[in-house]
T-cell receptor
Framework: DAMVIQNPRYQVTQFGKPVTLSCSQT?????MYWYQQKSSQAPKLLFHYYDKDFNNEADTPDNFQSRRPNTSFCFLDIRSPGLGDAAMYLC????????????FGPGTRLTVL | AQSVTQLDSQVPVFEEAPVELRCNYSSSVSVYLFWYVQYPNQGLQLLLK??????LVKGINGFEAEFNKSQTSFHLRKPSVHISDTAEYFCAVILGRGGTSYGKLTFGQGTILTVHP
């Protein structure tokens, strides 16, 4: 089945130690999104790629970076995780139009010790 | 700026009872409206969306929602819920053309629906 896959499902890192979260898709969608969802809060868009074009939200901290080496993969890099970065990180994909359905992966739960 | 308000953080109901999850939005431009469901330890799944046309939208799993422009609402309803409907439900909006955040999906705070036997 075509799907959005996130690895790992659970990630534990230490304060200040860089971490990379992975997302892959078999849907061949043009757009890939990264959301941050803190406990009991709504998902919040961090940034998205339309093909190779990167679009950063204005309030996304510089600590968060992203890479999209090809259509299928997208990575979220947290350069120096703080305790406040503990959250569920959701990857989503969409075909291309802004109103196309976004398909979400299962998420990666990040714990910062 | 656009915002989405889900009026109830938690809604407990008994199995086979009807349910309504409320969602209001604020925007000075046209909007596209969505309801997503999130089961425990899973990603979000689209239930239904309103883009244009008929204001009553039917989705998966027997859910429907009605877009009410005058009341800026998009409430989600199901006439008879099942235990398996227990999950968190998110209302979300995307601004139409002319807004400052075209294409950005903004979520409400979520409503936890718990269906009791």
């Amino acid at each position: 089945d075509a799907m959005v896959i996130q690895n790992p499902r659970y990630q534990v890192t230490q304060f200040g130690k860089p971490v990379t979260l992975s997302c892959s898709q078999t849907l061949n969608h043009n757009v890939m999104y990264w959301y941050q969802q803190k406990s009991s809060q709504a998902p919040k868009l961090l940034f998205h790629y339309y093909d190779k074009d990167f679009n950063n939200e204005a309030d996304t901290p510089d600590n968060f970076q992203s890479r999209r080496p090809n259509t299928s993969f997208c990575f979220l890099d947290i350069r120096s995780p703080g305790l406040g970065d503990a959250a569920m990180y959701l990857c989503a994909t969409a075909r291309g139009s802004s109103t196309d359905t976004q398909y979400f992966g299962p998420g990666t739960r990040l714990t910062v010790l | 700026a656009q915002s989405v308000t889900q009026l109830d953080s938690q809604v407990p109901v008994f199995e086979e009872a009807p349910v309504e999850l409320r969602c209001n939005y604020s925007s000075s431009v046209s909007v596209y409206l969505f309801w997503y469901v999130q089961y425990p330890n899973q990603g979000l799944q689209l239930l239904l969306k309103y883009l244009s046309g008929s204001t009553l939208v039917k989705g998966i799993n027997g859910f429907e929602a009605e877009f009410n422009k005058s009341q800026t609402s998009f409430h989600l309803r199901k006439p008879s819920v099942h235990i398996s409907d227990t999950a968190e439900y998110f209302c979300a909006v995307i601004l139409g053309r002319g807004g400052t955040s075209y294409g950005k999906l903004t979520f409400g705070q979520g409503t936890i629906l718990t269906v009791h036997p």
